[in-house]
């Protein structure tokens, strides 16, 4: 699950919040592989591998969005799309064989794997691009 929080001296904060996160373990099932924007007619800017719907992933997502409303930050106003960045096209030209690589992977599946955790992770823009950096992990768990 990926939130943008902007840059924020609220480190601390954010971790207390999702540290009250609880949720029980589950599993996810990767299938499919795609491009943003998905209208052919312009040039793919990510590649991403899919995940199947799941309602504990959802759960989960709705949770931390919500504790971290409760400490100001806002949500994010589009939809929850779960998915996996595989990469981040530059260019824009027309990449045909960007689209012939999602043909022949259309029937992408992977069996589920287990999540057990949530990372929060800090970025830094450079030059060479993002870097980086985990900050907490947090272990799911049922309430007590």
């Not at 800017?45 to 931390?64: C, E, M, N, T, Y």
């Amino acid at each position: 699950i990926w939130f943008f929080l902007g840059e924020t001296d609220r480190l601390q904060d954010i971790k207390d919040a999702l540290a009250s996160v609880t949720a029980a373990p589950f599993e996810l099932t990767l299938a499919s592989v795609g491009r943003f924007p998905k209208r052919q007619k312009q040039p793919p800017r990510v590649l991403w591998v899919g995940i199947d719907a799941d309602p504990a992933l959802g759960q989960l997502h709705k949770k931390i969005t919500q504790v971290l409303a409760e400490i100001g930050f806002e949500p994010e106003d589009r939809l929850f799309n779960p998915h996996i960045t595989l990469a981040r096209l530059k260019t824009r030209e027309p990449l045909p064989e960007v689209d012939t690589f999602l043909n022949a992977h259309d029937v992408f599946r992977v069996p589920s794997i287990p999540i057990t955790e949530f990372t929060l992770f800090s970025s830094m823009l450079s030059s060479q691009g993002a870097h980086y950096e985990r900050e907490a992990v947090f272990a799911l768990k049922t309430a007590l």
